[in-house]
T-cell receptor, first 113, second 112 residues
Framework: DAGVIQSPRHEVTEMGQEVTLRCKPI?????LFWYRQTMMRGLELLIY????????DSGMPEDRFSAKMPNASFSTLKIQPSEPRDSAVYFC???????????FGPGTRLLVL | GEDVEQSLFLSVREGDSSVINCTYT??????LYWYKQEPGAGLQLLTY?????DMKQDQRLTVLLNKKDKHLSLRIADTQTGDSAIYFC????????????FGTGTRLQVTL
């Protein structure tokens, strides 16, 4: 398996623009997690899904952030409008039922100017 | 809420042992994890321990858990330059289905 796939790997945009980050979990995994990593706040869980259903979105910082999982093999995290403080590395992770681990993607490095 | 704390930086010489420490606050944690993050990469699970265990060994890695003090440590024997990375401690309540709370990460620097 190719592991968790994220795209794009790097994104540079201007303040006010819409940003869409994409994730393809490992096939057969039932759980999908979105994290944000910054120097100041470390690694934060934004939202996670079980069988495509959002279970906990309490980590989503504001209404500007939204996440969807239309099917078992695809999820998006959207920021609209983006702000400079959204600059971070965004990770997607997936996990199968019955295993005590989350498999992380390589991350998307977002810079909002 | 849950809190996981780690020191930010550790420097060791190649061949020495490294000990990375972590404290957590959630007494109901059932799993405690160590993840490794190399530059430009995502987090990779190194090892985990159930809360009813006090030690787990896996090749060069030894995990010690003091549940009373809510203290977790990761010992890396014979540290190599390839071990240079950021190490994250994390805790969870129900394994895979849980929200993992991560520490701030400890940057391990291995010098020659």
């Amino acid at each position: 398996d190719a592991g968790v796939i994220q795209s794009p790997r790097h994104e540079v945009t201007e303040m006010g623009q819409e940003v869409t980050l994409r994730c393809k979990p490992i096939s057969g995994h039932d759980y999908l997690f979105w994290y944000r990593q910054t120097m100041m706040r470390g690694l934060e869980l934004l939202i996670y899904f079980n069988n495509n259903v959002p279970i906990d979105d309490s980590g989503m910082p504001e209404d500007r952030f939204s996440a969807k999982m239309p099917n078992a093999s695809f999820s998006t995290l959207k920021i609209q409008p983006s702000e400079p403080r959204d600059s971070a590395v965004y990770f997607c992770a997936s996990s199968p039922v019955g295993q005590e681990t989350q498999y992380f993607g390589p991350g998307t490095r977002l810079l909002v100017l | 809420g849950e809190d996981v704390e780690q020191s930010l930086f550790l420097s060791v010489r190649e061949g020495d042992s490294s000990v990375i420490n972590c404290t957590y606050t959630d007494s109901s944690s059932t799993y405690l994890y160590w993840y490794k993050q190399e530059p430009g990469a995502g987090l990779q699970l190194l090892t985990y321990i159930f809360s009813n265990m006090d030690m787990k060994q896996d090749q060069r890695l030894t995990v010690l858990l003091n549940k009373k003090d809510k203290h977790l440590s990761l010992r890396i024997a014979d540290t190599q330059t390839g071990d240079s990375a950021i190490y994250f401690c994390a805790e969870g309540n129900t394994g895979t289905a849980s929200k993992l709370t991560f520490g701030t990460g400890t940057r391990l620097q291995v010098t020659l």
